[in-house]
C-alpha cells in the first residue's frame, strides 16, 4: 500500500487527463471477490450500469489489483453503493489510508456466493464476469448482474435536498468526499 502526501488534484496540469476523470465524480462503490484468506476489495467510481436482459455492470479496475485477480479467478463478485458513513472504509479499500488488521477488518462483511457483501451497504450486485480487456491503463470488465438489492435512499422524496444523513451515498469528486 503506499499513501501519497500529496493531493492527487492539487495541480491540474499535472495530468489534464486525471483531472477530467476527477471532475467528473461518481457514487463510490465497493467491489468485493473472493472467500475466506483470499478474499479482496477494491474502492470503484469508474463504472456504469448497462440494461438488458441480462444487465450489465462494467468497470475501470486496476489490472494489477488483488481485486481484478480474485474476480476473474473466481469469476464472481459483488459491487456494494457506499454511504457517506463508509468513507473511511473506501480510503482503506483504495490503498490510501491504513487498515489495521486487514481492511475486512474495519466493517461488517459476510461471505456469500459472489464475495463478501457489507451489511449495510446501501446497496448491492451481485455479478459473473462475462469479459475482460485491457484499455488504456485500466482493465475493462463486463460482469452479467445475477441479483441486485437496494435499501431506500434518504433525501428521495420531492423536494428534499441534499441529504446529510449518515446514509447518504457517498460521492468522490476532484478527490475529496461529499454526499448524495
Known sequence: MT????????????????????RLGGVVTLWTAGTGSERAGLTVTSLMVANGEPGRVLG????????????????????????????????????VAPAPGGVFRHGDFADGPAGPRLADAAGWVEV??????????????????????????????????????PDALLVHRRGRYSRV
Open 3 to 22: 499513501i501519497h502526501s500529496t493531493h492527487p488534484f492539487a495541480d491540474p496540469h499535472r495530468d489534464p487527463f486525471k483531472a477530467l476523470r476527477g
Open 60 to 95: 475501470l479496475l486496476d489490472p494489477d489489483a488483488d481485486l481484478t485477480l480474485a474476480l476473474e479467478e473466481t469469476g464472481r463478485g459483488v459491487v456494494q453503493l457506499l454511504r457517506w458513513r463508509h468513507r473511511d472504509l473506501a480510503e482503506m479499500f483504495a490503498g
Open 128 to 165: 459473473r464476469l462475462e469479459g475482460a480487456v485491457d484499455v488504456g491503463w485500466s482493465r475493462l470488465v463486463t460482469c452479467v448482474v445475477e441479483a441486485v438489492e437496494l435499501a431506500d435512499e434518504p433525501g428521495t422524496q420531492p423536494g428534499d435536498g441534499p441529504s446529510d444523513s
